[in-house]
């Protein structure tokens, strides 16, 4: 699957023809769920071989939810993988505690 990025005006290139990936990397932010930040963290990540883990991991947590990355940060994942799943976790405590019910959305 080839990525694609919004880069001004509406002009999109996939992403392996992104220039500099480290900095686009660096410069995402979580923006929807977990999952869809995670998969462009990972993304990018890939065109940066050899990449150390726990600069990804510093920087996912750089462009984390405020209200996620609290959380997070308690549990100090050691992997990327570690602190997305932690991270989905978390995302989904804070949807359930805030608009009630369980987390697969019944109320009863």
């Known amino acids: 699957m080839v990525g694609i ?6 002009v999109s290139l996939p992403v392996q023809h992104v220039e500099n990936p480290f900095g686009v990397l660096i410069s995402l932010t979580q923006t929807r769920l977990v999952k869809d930040y995670a998969e462009k963290i990972e993304q990018y990540a890939r065109l940066l071989k050899g990449i150390d883990q726990d600069y990804l991991i510093g920087i996912f947590l750089i462009g984390l939810r405020d209200d ?15 602190l997305t799943t932690k991270a989905q976790i978390v ?14 959305g019944n109320t009863s």
């Open 5 to 10: 990025i919004q880069i001004g005006s509406g």
């Open 68 to 82: 996620i990355k609290a959380e997070v940060k308690l549990s100090d994942p050691s992997t990327l993988a570690e």
């Open 91 to 104: 995302e989904e405590k804070i949807k359930v505690t805030t608009q009630g019910g369980t987390p697969n």
